[in-house]
């Protein structure tokens, strides 16, 4: 056998053709772990945002917020499952790279847009994750605050799960605020106290990146 | 991702076939013989072509075993599966399916290892010639658009922030 084959073949649990398939006659969609997936159409979308718009006012996004936390949460769980079961090792002995190719493909697979990871400032605790066409945003349209709550909530928990750590994620930018991608900052809960504030009142990305590196975990 | 048969029935959607995609699904099923001629081909050089590619990236990288644990191992692995898939969509005469299949999944990953575009497009293009000086011109015609759709698309990301090749 040669050299190459004694290192496991490692294939694309999301590759295209295996990952998802829909018993036509049962009206059942599942992926190849077996999880039943539920397509949600932008009209969903819509009217579940101006549902939470009428019946939570100005707490609609925290609300969301919450809504993603909790989804997030079942997310890394099902991950941890499907690729142990796929990988033949836990989501935590993975090499950080399967890792992030592995969760880039989640949300993309998932339509929630593509995800990338920016470790840059992980010696600082600080990690920033960008996501292209997210969801949210996608189907909002033009807004004056960030819109991709749900989102900002499933990484937090997400990261949370895996660190060990109690994280926070406060979203930066926004594809539908005008930003080229949204971008959401992930670090300590303390550490991002005040984060949501700055956004609020107009403080950019990279100058949020560089009070949070004053403030130290 | 379609397949050419695929696309041409569902292209034809509630119609019979017309003489154009008639005669699309019988020229590419003449060429089923000689692309899966091909693919044994390839299959039998595929351990040779990937050892002598890498030797030549080895010469050109040195620094990269010393940056990547069982990293020569791991290129190995990574070419021959890389090189499989490639292999498919050319059986299948498809340019979209392997991307679909591996590669911008793929591509994430080595781009999260800190390896460079340059280095892809290095050590795939070896892949190329190591592979076209032992297939016939025939044969690589064949497989040369997916070889050369496959390091495009391999290589498109952009150059890390901290190069570890």
């Given at each position: 056998m040669s050299?190459?084959?004694?290192?496991?073949?490692?294939?694309?649990?999301f590759?295209?053709?295996?990952?998802?398939?829909?018993?036509?006659v049962r009206g059942v969609t599942r992926n190849r772990a077996g999880t039943r997936i539920v397509a949600l159409t932008s009209d969903f979308l819509v009217g579940f945002r101006r549902a939470l718009a009428d019946e939570c006012g100005p707490a609609a996004e925290s609300v969301m917020n919450t809504?993603?936390?909790?989804?997030?949460?079942?997310?890394?769980?099902?991950?941890?499952?499907?690729?142990?079961?796929?990988?033949?090792?836990?989501?935590?002995?993975?090499?950080?790279?399967?890792?992030?190719g592995c969760l880039a493909e989640l949300f993309a697979r998932s339509g929630f847009g593509r995800l990338t990871l920016d470790f840059r400032r992980a010696d600082r605790g600080v990690v920033v994750a960008e996501i292209r066409d997210?969801?949210?945003?996608?189907?909002?349209?033009?807004?004056?605050?960030?819109?991709?709550?749900?989102?900002?909530?499933?990484?937090?928990?997400?990261?949370?799960?895996?660190?060990?750590?109690?994280?926070g994620c406060v979203q930066t930018e926004c594809q539908a605020r005008g930003d080229e991608v949204s971008?959401?900052?992930?670090?300590?809960?303390?550490?991002?106290?005040?984060?949501?504030?700055?956004?609020?009142?107009?403080?950019?990305?990279?100058?949020?990146?560089?009070?949070?590196?004053?403030i130290r975990g | 991702?379609?397949?050419r048969l695929m696309q041409i029935l569902e292209d034809a959607d509630c119609r019979h076939l017309t003489a154009e995609e008639e005669s699309a699904l019988l020229a590419y099923a003449s060429s089923l013989p000689q692309r899966l001629q091909a693919a044994r081909q390839?299959?039998?050089?595929?351990?040779?072509?990937?050892?002598?590619?890498?030797?030549?990236?080895?010469?050109?990288?040195?620094?990269?075993?010393?940056?990547?644990?069982?990293?020569?191992?791991?290129?190995?692995?990574?070419?021959?599966?890389?090189?499989?898939?490639?292999?498919?969509?050319?059986?299948?005469?498809?340019?979209?399916?392997?991307?679909?299949?591996?590669?911008?999944?793929?591509?994430?990953?080595?781009?999260?290892a800190g390896i460079t575009p340059g280095f892809i497009r290095d050590a795939y293009g070896e892949l190329r010639e190591a592979l076209r000086a032992r297939i016939t011109a025939d044969?690589?015609?064949?497989?040369?658009?997916?070889?050369?759709?496959?390091?495009e698309t391999l290589s498109d990301f952009p150059e890390p922030y901290k190069a570890a090749v």
């Open positions: 050299a190459a084959l004694e290192l496991r073949a490692r294939s694309n649990f590759a295209e053709g295996a990952y998802l398939k829909t018993d036509i809504f993603g936390r909790k989804w997030g949460a079942l997310l890394a769980k099902r991950f941890d499952q499907e690729m142990r079961g796929h990988y033949r090792v836990p989501v935590s002995e993975m090499e950080m790279p399967l890792f992030q997210p969801f949210m945003a996608g189907i909002v349209g033009v807004s004056d605050k960030p819109v991709d709550a749900i989102l900002a909530g499933i990484l937090e928990s997400f990261f949370s799960h895996y660190s060990g750590e109690a994280l971008r959401f900052v992930l670090a300590l809960k303390d550490r991002l106290a005040e984060a949501p504030g700055w956004v609020e009142s107009g403080v950019g990305h990279d100058e949020i990146l560089r009070r949070l590196d004053k | 991702m379609r397949s390839i299959a039998r050089v595929e351990e040779e072509s990937v050892r002598a590619a890498l030797d030549e990236i080895k010469r050109r990288y040195p620094n990269f075993q010393g940056l990547h644990e069982r990293a020569w191992e791991k290129s190995s692995r990574d070419m021959a599966l890389v090189l499989r898939h490639v292999v498919q969509g050319m059986i299948a005469d498809d340019l979209e399916m392997a991307s679909e299949k591996l590669f911008y999944w793929l591509r994430t990953i080595v781009a999260a044969q690589y015609a064949l497989l040369e658009p997916h070889m050369t759709r496959c390091i």
